[in-house]
């Protein structure tokens, strides 16, 4: 038991830049179903649990089931944070955000959300192609491509509205953790309520004036203004769930190319496999390292007795190294067939970006490969990392061009 104590602290507290694969695979054999008390849940790190609780009737993803849930604390947030057109489980209602925003997805067609991601890609690699000295490529890349794609989708208009949306956005994407301290917990939703109505701010100018942009999609396909406030909840989910996944799939990728010059010399000379070669990256790296799940009722898992209301953590990162399903999983290997991958979640939760999240990141790491020079460095030790142990994430990617 011992062993187990260490590797959760390791992985829950340790350096977030060192290997946890040790550690994971500890909590794997020993106790695949742990609980762990400061986060008053369970640590559930077995591939054939995660997927099937990803799905699993005696769960929800619904945050309002957790025993810890705090309600929003002003009007304005019960209004706009309270609802939840994704997560949701309520009766009717689950699936009308995937509703809306599939038919957004769709309505825009992917030739038009190509072009769109393409000419961002373009706009910021342009930016750093002759860049000499430290670049951060993640202020510089790959966070503001991500951000701005959504926002150019949702129909933001350019130029100073633009940083001020990603600024609101950034502030608002911190909502989705479920173990925030109740402070941060009061600030997102501050945030997330100022998100929300600059968002409905934008969408009334829409309903008078129609744009070739989701906002004006989703309102000429809905019920009319009724409608107005369920858009904006959709769409700032949207945008919340959106940005900072594509960010960390994009650093984590990145950091893995420039710490393995055979891996990007293969990526070069056979650009062919670059959605393959995405996908074992993100194998490798989960961007979202767990999901949250919330015990619907009583029941038991591995012969833990799991209480109605508590947390269970789905470690999408331990489930896609386990060795019951991936050959060798600590290795990264392009040839690996694309399968059981868990990155994008499973079953009703599904992730309704992933299309437009491989989009983005293929065209992404097409123009980071060809800019990159080819001696590149990546300052490993100058990284800033936010968070601990693996809930933690590369906030800065300094990479010396010169
Ligand atoms: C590499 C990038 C991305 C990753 C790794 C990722 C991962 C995930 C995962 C694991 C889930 C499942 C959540 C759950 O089961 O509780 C999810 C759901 C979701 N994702 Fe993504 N995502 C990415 C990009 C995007 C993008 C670009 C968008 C939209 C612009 C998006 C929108 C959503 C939404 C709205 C949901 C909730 C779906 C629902 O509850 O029905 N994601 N994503």
Not at 198 to 220: C, G, H, Q, W, Y
Request: proline content about 6%.
């Amino acid at each position: 038991m011992r062993e187990v104590e260490e590797a959760i602290a390791t992985l829950l507290l340790g350096d977030p830049s060192a290997d946890t694969a040790a550690a994971m695979a500890v909590c794997r054999e020993q106790e695949p179903v742990l609980w762990v008390p400061p986060l008053e849940g369970w640590y559930v790190t077995r591939f054939d649990d995660v997927r099937d609780l990803f799905s699993d009737p005696r769960t929800t993803a619904d945050p309002r089931a957790h025993l810890a849930y705090e309600a929003p604390v002003t009007e304005r947030g019960r209004h706009w944070v309270g609802a939840f057109p994704f997560l949701s489980e309520d009766p009717g209602t689950e699936a009308r955000g995937r509703v809306m925003a599939t038919r957004g997805l769709s309505r825009q067609g992917t030739t038009r959300l190509e072009s769109l991601v393409t000419e961002v890609v373009d706009e910021y690699a342009d930016a750093i192609r002759d860049a000499s000295g430290v670049v951060d490529l993640v202020a510089q890349f790959a966070a503001p491509v991500p951000a701005t794609v959504v926002s150019r989708w949702t129909g933001v208009p350019q130029g100073s509205d633009e940083a001020q949306f990603r600024e609101l956005a950034h502030k608002a994407v911190r909502g989705a953790s479920p173990v925030l301290t109740p402070k941060k917990r009061r600030k997102t939703e501050m945030a997330q309520v100022a998100l929300s109505e600059a968002i409905l701010e934008l969408a009334r100018k829409r309903v008078a004036d129609p744009r070739d942009d989701l906002l004006s999609d989703l309102i000429a396909a809905s019920g009319g203004e009724d409608e107005l406030d369920e858009i904006v909840r959709v769409v700032v989910g949207l945008v919340c769930t959106g940005a900072e996944t594509t960010v960390r799939a994009t650093t984590n990728s990145v950091r893995i190319l420039l710490a393995r010059p055979d891996l990007r010399k293969r990526l070069v000379d056979e650009p062919g496999i670059m959605m393959r070669a995405l996908h074992e990256m993100m194998r490798y790296e989960a961007p979202l390292t767990h999901m949250a799940r919330f015990a619907a009722r009583d029941f038991e898992l591995r012969g833990k007795r799991v209480r109605k209301g508590q947390l269970l953590l789905l470690s999408i990162q331990a489930a896609q190294r386990d060795p019951s399903v991936f050959t060798d999983p600590d290795t990264i290997d392009f040839d690996r067939e694309p399968e059981n991958l868990l990155a994008f979640g499973r079953g009703a939760h599904y992730c309704v970006g992933a299309n437009l999240a491989w989009l983005q990141l293929d065209c992404m790491m097409r123009a980071l490969l060809g800019l990159l020079p080819e001696n590149a460095r990546l300052l490993e030790d100058q990284i800033w990392w936010g968070g601990r142990g693996v809930l933690g994430r590369v906030k800065t990617l300094p990479v010396d061009f010169s």
